[in-house]
């Protein structure tokens, strides 16, 4: 059995949970925050048989879509101790996907 990890976009992640279910894939969902951004995201738990990792990464795909987030995260410094916002343009997802071994899957 595998592990897929996968953080995706708040936004993305109703759709995905939907259609995964509808596949009859589990799916844990958890509320996470991105470091860069320091916003919220979503990374799903999903535990599947090896042969069926490449449908999971299928419906990821059909879901999550890449967007360009436009930030002002950075500041530049200026004299006397102001600081003026500088914006940043970052593309965010589709998804961001780890895949894990599972060593034990215990249902009690
Ligand atoms: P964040 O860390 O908030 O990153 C949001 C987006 O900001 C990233 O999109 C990337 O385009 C950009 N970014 C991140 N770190 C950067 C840096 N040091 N310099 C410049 N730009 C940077 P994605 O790559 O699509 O990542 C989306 C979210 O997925 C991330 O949110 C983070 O929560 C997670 N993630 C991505 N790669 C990861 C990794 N290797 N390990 C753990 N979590 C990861």
């Keep these: 059995m595998k592990l897929i990890v996968a953080i995706v976009q708040d936004q993305d992640a109703a ?3 939907n259609d995964l279910t ?4 589990r799916v844990t969902k958890l509320a996470s925050t991105g470091g860069f951004l320091k916003a919220g995201n979503t990374t799903l738990l999903i535990g599947v048989e090896e042969e069926f990792i490449e449908d999971v ?3 990821i795909e059909d879901n999550c879509k890449t967007r360009d987030i ?5 500041t530049v410094s200026m004299p006397g101790d102001a600081y003026i916002p500088y914006p940043l343009e970052v593309k965010v997802g589709g998804a961001t996907i780890f895949i894990l071994d599972v060593e034990k899957h215990i249902k009690i």
């Design 22 to 25: 509808e596949n009859e894939y």
């Design 70 to 74: 436009t930030t002002s995260l950075l």
């Design 57 to 59: 990464l299928k419906i």
């Design 15 to 17: 759709s995905l949970i």
